[in-house]
């Protein structure tokens, strides 16, 4: 008897599970009648019997370790996890955020040129270079963990904590193909639901998300999370916002100095106080002029940004429901809906921060109260009924 030949899978590699990893369910064919066969079981979520209710009675209350199966019980297969080739890429929305941000970066440039040349005219192009090649530390492990614990305010899982999210992570990477231990999990004491992708390997849930969640909502906030990363959002949004810090910095110093001059005005030097504001308002208004289409895209460039950040959450949700997980993720955008609606203010965030993040310093806004048609403009997420509407082609596969 001869052995079949093994399929040509040149796309794709194949490693064997050390009991790490379970095995991706590879897509159910057709059967021989036409109909599609029903999806295999979401995460948290028992198998259902032939009467279409769950193996064992009704589906359990959503309450988070309240007759729901644990996530060990939940994601116990093992065996082959099958690999993408291609780990990583760049869509369309990752490319928008790095030419909506190059006004920025090239108005920084001038004033670090500018800034060298006077303090340290000698070395004035190494200063210059040195500051073009420190984007590389966006993909520097430990300048990430160092972001992630000082500025995003995150810390390691504890062991119960990590319990309870690994299976689902390992569940996660395994449908989408991405290999999940070159990212690292952090948590965030929080009382708000919410997730983040940062840098290049960060992926973070808040406290509250990880205690009320079920086992599928908090796999789907994951694969959300992860679709940001494959997807080249997160590391394209920390670059333009790491080399646009100059030109924020001298925007801010630029407006506080007005503000000092407008206070001293009102006293008995008012007369140098305003020769001194009109100069520097002149001075500001040639450079604009004589520049203006840099200051048109500066001036533009937040609404694009926010614009660009709605269409970032549009794609990481159809990364996570194309892995299985829309459902979920629906129930999770319910909940936030409903907080926002009971308490009629930030009660939950919008999965996730990372188009926050694309959008701070720019004047964008967070999900939020959004009062009129400008907040509805620099928001960074797009609304319920907007993302909900986007995942119902996936809802109606179920």
Known sequence: MTTPPAPDRSDCTFRPDSSTYPVAEPPSPRSPGGKIPA????????????????????????????????????????????????????????VGQLLLQLPSFLASLVIVAVLSHILLPAVAWLVVLLWLASGALAFHRPTERALAHHLLNLRHPTPRERARLEPLWREVTARTGVEGRAYELWIEDSNRLNALAAAGHIVGVTRYSLERLSAGQLAAILAHELG????GHAWSSLLGQWYAVPGRLVWAAARRLTRLVVVIGRGRMGGWATGLLLMVGSIVLVIAMSYWFIALALAVAPYLLAAVARRVELRADHHAA??????????????????EGENGRVAASALSRCSEA???????????????????????HPDYHTRLHHLAPYLERR
């Open 228 to 231: 940001h990363h494959v997807r």
């Open 358 to 380: 694309a959008a701070a310093g720019t004047g964008t806004t967070t999900r939020g109260c959004r009062p009129g048609l400008g907040g509805r403009l620099l928001s960074s």
């Open 39 to 94: 999806p295999p079981p979401y995460p948290g979520r028992a198998v259902s019997s032939g009467d279409g209710h769950p193996a064992g009675g009704r589906e359990s209350s959503s309450a988070p370790g309240v007759g729901k199966p644990s996530p060990h019980e939940a994601f116990s297969r093992r065996g082959r996890v099958h690999l993408a080739k291609r780990q990583r890429g760049i869509d369309a929305t990752a």
């Open 322 to 339: 194309a892995a299985g997980f829309g459902p979920m993720l629906a129930e999770v955008l319910h909940m936030m809906q409903a907080a």
